[in-house]
């Protein structure tokens, strides 16, 4: 059933942003999370999307126009960490320097929003799509 | 001349059908615009939506008399799937995607305002029948 194409590809939004928001509040639970010097520190991530092929139930007709999409890779941000004079800190090396993660909280905040929104959207679509398949159920009463 | 009454042929009934299959195919794309928001390089899809009503009514006496071949008002069946162009000169962001997300939510709406709209036609269509078969009595 076509409409439930619409529901499919919409879910693929969800999952995607979902994820996204995942691996975003991973950044920032972590944005305070130091090594003991010399080891690597956590780096900020990100997601980037591609497109996916229509699943087999899709139409042939439909083949390339409606795609859906997917979490192509995690990618690891390679800035370098920020380092901060605190000299007691267990994880100061030995000029007293600790190495913080590369995590601005107002970027995430921005990243979790857009994530937010495009979440949303694809929930509208969703429930568009249901929506118009109970009016067509309608029809019969 | 008595009225000729073919429920399984009717115009409005397959217009409906057509119109409605359409605004399927273009709700799906516009779910598909609305996965690929954040995807980097996707462009915007959509249909040419605004079929004619001579491309979806069917030979009947809906459709325009011709006189010639050539002239418009020939039926050919409503194709089920219109085809799916990519809109270009939409300002594209910095990962060359070109979706906006104002503009497919608004086209969500009309979609879904459309086809309830159609599905009340046909309700309306079918309540007819129905109140011919029941002679007159509300079904």
């Given at each position: 059933m076509s409409l439930m194409t619409a529901i499919e590809v919409g879910a693929s939004g969800l999952t995607a942003q979902?994820?996204?928001l995942e691996v975003l509040v991973g950044n920032l639970v972590n944005a305070?999370?130091?090594q003991p010097a010399g080891t690597e520190p956590y780096r900020r991530k990100d997601v980037l999307f591609a497109s996916t092929g229509p699943a087999a139930s899709f139409g042939a007709a439909l083949d390339d126009a409606v795609q859906g999409v997917e979490i192509a890779t995690v990618v690891t941000d390679q800035?370098?960490?920020v380092k901060r004079y605190e000299p007691g800190h267990p994880h100061a090396d030995k000029d007293g320097y600790v190495s913080y993660p590369n995590i601005n909280a107002m970027e995430e905040m921005v990243n979790v929003l857009s994530a937010t929104r495009s979440y949303e959207a694809n929930l509208q679509a969703v429930n568009m799509a249901k929506e118009m398949q109970q009016k067509t159920l309608e029809i019969l009463r | 001349m008595p009225v000729k009454l073919d429920f399984f042929h009717d115009p409005t009934l397959e217009a409906a059908g057509a119109y409605m299959g359409r605004l399927s195919q273009r709700q799906q794309i516009v779910a598909s615009n609305l996965a690929n928001i954040d995807t980097p390089g996707y462009k915007t899809r959509d249909i040419s939506f605004h079929a004619t009503m001579q491309e979806?009514?069917?030979d009947s006496a809906m459709a325009l008399r011709t006189s010639r071949p050539d002239?418009?008002?020939?039926?050919t069946p409503a194709a089920a799937q219109a085809p799916v162009f990519e809109v270009q000169g939409a300002p594209e962001r910095?990962?060359?995607?070109n979706v906006d997300i104002d503009k497919e939510m608004l086209k969500l709406s009309e979609t879904a305002f459309g086809y309830s709209l159609m599905s009340q036609i046909v309700r309306g269509k079918l309540r007819t029948i129905a109140s011919s078969i029941n002679e007159g009595r509300v079904a």
């Open positions: 979902r994820r996204r305070n999370t130091t800035s370098d960490p | 979806l009514l069917p002239h418009a008002g020939r039926w910095t990962d060359l995607n």
